[in-house]
């Protein structure tokens, strides 16, 4: 998510030297970040069990509950990561009342959708972890549409170029590795101490 996101740096850094064309053109780094994401988080589904294991939980009913809500975490990270270089790159851009807004409207949503989906209710049973699984990738997915729609949008396309850049140029998604891995290294690192 941090490696992704970090092309709002690189956004930032080109669009206020008046190189919105190199801008654009150093968002498909950060979506190539986003589709290898999408795929090593979807290849652990099967393995959640065993990596949940290594937490050492006793109880098997607690167990369980992790194992499935993992599985439905690493099944939204891919789309989480994608929102996080869009917002990102959106966010260098200076478009920050944007990114603000929809992260706002995204947690109202996964809220609304957790308590419902959770509890039950209007018609739908209680579904406990299921249902906190079901809202979270929804609201992933939701957002990851409404991102992409900007994405798509005239003013990428004329103004940044986005979809003339759109070839992954090896130079430059070797130069957004060298600074955006160690910055997601870093807060993996944090995470990991952490827990």
């Known amino acids: 998510i941090m490696t992704a996101g970090y092309v ?7 669009h206020a030297a008046g190189e919105d064309d190199e801008a654009g053109a150093m968002f498909w780094p950060a979506l190539f970040i986003g589709g290898i994401a999408c795929l090593v988080s979807l290849s652990l589904i099967p393995f959640r069990s065993a990596l949940v294991s290594l937490f050492g939980l006793q109880d098997p009913l607690v167990a369980a509950g992790m194992s499935e809500l993992f599985g ?3 099944a939204e990270t891919g789309p989480i990561v994608l929102i996080s270089a869009i917002s990102g790159f959106y966010a260098g851009l200076g478009r920050t009342r944007l990114v603000f807004v929809l992260s706002a409207a995204s947690c109202a949503v996964s809220v609304v959708l957790n308590y419902w989906l959770i509890f039950g209710g209007a018609g739908v049973p209680r579904l406990g972890i299921t249902g906190a699984g079901l809202a979270t990738l929804g609201t992933s997915v939701l957002f990851l549409f409404i991102w992409s729609a900007f994405v798509l949008g005239p003013d990428l396309r004329q103004r940044f170029g986005i979809w003339r850049n759109r070839n992954l140029n090896l130079a430059r998604l ?9 910055r997601g290294g870093s807060e993996i690192l944090e995470m990991v101490a952490f827990l």
């Open 72 to 74: 439905w975490y690493l």
């Open 8 to 14: 709002g740096t690189f956004a930032a850094q080109h």
């Open 174 to 182: 070797r130069r957004f590795c060298h600074y955006a891995l160690p």
